[in-house]
């Protein structure tokens, strides 16, 4: 397995360089703005609430230009934070080195790739992949970690699925209602090739996902529920038709950060119940996709400097459905998408763009 290496200094430069570029671009929109405000007659900016829409805009851009800056300050702290992680890490193998030479060079060796073909061949509890029964590399693994070889399984050689971190944890405390989860290299994958059918489970082709650096947090309370999560040089794609839905999809989508989260009133609340609020930004995205997913049709190909969506949630009475408000703006992107169904939006966007729309989203809980 290939290392995966982060420079920071490089991280940092690059994100320094265009997020300012970018925050100056949001300034200067702003500044258009107001100066396009200011040349129009007031009885003008009266009708049609023309006024208040291009108070709108302002707010949004001025919410964006304070998310990229705060944005810049994460990636310098994250970037020491590896640094800091990093020089620990070099420490403690120089330590393990001093404890007995033999058996740390033939450790080394191996256990960078034992986590990883742990959950290949499901011998964590998950069925996540296959390997022949009589593999040497599977006799190996058994015997160093003491646990009973697990082969492939009819179910199981058709379709490849697993998640996890190439290094990384989750952690719960339960007496708090916490879940976190963060590491280096988050990966998710579902892949059936072209025996879906024949199998029985009705999937063709797959998706994945891969993140180089990742965290989560879930809070879950009796007042306030709230999941969040980030991403650094992340990227995802599929090809896919049948297993969750019955018709093709096709999609891409690649990043060098973004954050998103969620909170809703516990629904157990009467009245506010499940109310809540929603939103993501992002960096440096470009993304394509044409199909039919969670019961929209779309497609689109677009690109941005950054970006920002916001989301209110209002519960459906006696369902156990939301209906989602969208809103969004971004900088220095190009290109559009239209989707139609569940959710219906349009996203335009000419160096400056904006996204309208609204949904019924299923409440996972």
């Not at 258009?32 to 040349?39: K, P």
């Not at 405390?173 to 916490?178: L, R, S, T």
């Not at 994945?208 to 947090?217: C, E, P």
């Not at 900088?331 to 559009?336: D, I, K």
């Amino acid at each position: 397995m290939s290392s995966i290496r982060v420079n920071p200094p490089v991280v940092k430069g690059e994100a320094s360089g265009k997020l300012l570029a970018s925050s100056a671009m949001v300034s200067k929109s702003m500044a258009s703005v107001g100066a396009i405000s200011a040349g129009i007659d007031r009885e003008i900016l009266n009708r049609r609430s023309i006024h208040h829409r291009l108070v709108g805009v302002t707010n949004s851009l001025h919410k964006l230009d304070k998310d990229l800056k705060q944005m810049h300050a994460f990636i310098n702290h994250a970037m020491d934070q590896y640094i800091s992680v990093e020089q620990k890490l070099v420490s403690r193998t120089l330590d393990l080195r001093m404890v007995d030479g033999k058996m740390v060079s033939s450790f080394v060796a191996f256990s960078a790739k034992e986590r990883a073909l742990e959950r290949l061949l499901g011998l964590d509890g998950r069925d996540t992949g296959y390997m022949p029964m009589n593999s040497p590399m599977l006799d190996a693994q058994a015997a160093f970690s003491g646990i009973e070889k697990k082969t492939a399984t009819a179910d199981n050689v058709s379709r490849w699925k697993g998640d996890g971190y190439l290094e990384g944890q989750k952690t719960t405390i339960e007496e708090y209602g916490i879940t976190s989860s963060g590491g280096l290299g988050y990966y998710e994958y579902d892949w059936a090739g072209l025996s879906g059918f024949q199998d029985g489970h009705g999937q063709i082709g797959g998706q994945g996902r891969f993140s180089g650096i990742n965290g989560k947090i879930e809070l879950d309370t009796s007042i306030i529920d709230m999941d969040t999560g980030v991403d650094m040089f992340a990227g995802e794609g599929a090809v896919i038709m049948g297993g969750k839905g019955f018709f093709p999809i096709a999609k891409v989508e690649g990043k060098v950060l973004g954050f998103e989260g969620k909170t809703e009133f516990d629904k157990n609340i009467p009245i506010i119940g499940d109310f809540g609020a929603g939103g993501k930004t992002d960096i440096l995205k470009a993304s394509a996709y044409a199909g039919i997913e969670n019961n929209t049709a779309g497609f689109g190909m677009k690109a941005s400097m950054a970006e920002a969506e916001g989301n209110l949630y209002i519960p459906l009475p006696f369902t156990d459905y939301e209906f989602k408000l969208i809103g969004g703006v971004s900088a220095g992107g190009a290109g559009g998408e239209v989707k139609v169904g569940a959710e219906t939006s349009l996203d335009l966007r000419v160096l400056v763009g904006m996204k309208l729309g609204f949904g019924f989203e299923k409440d996972e809980e």
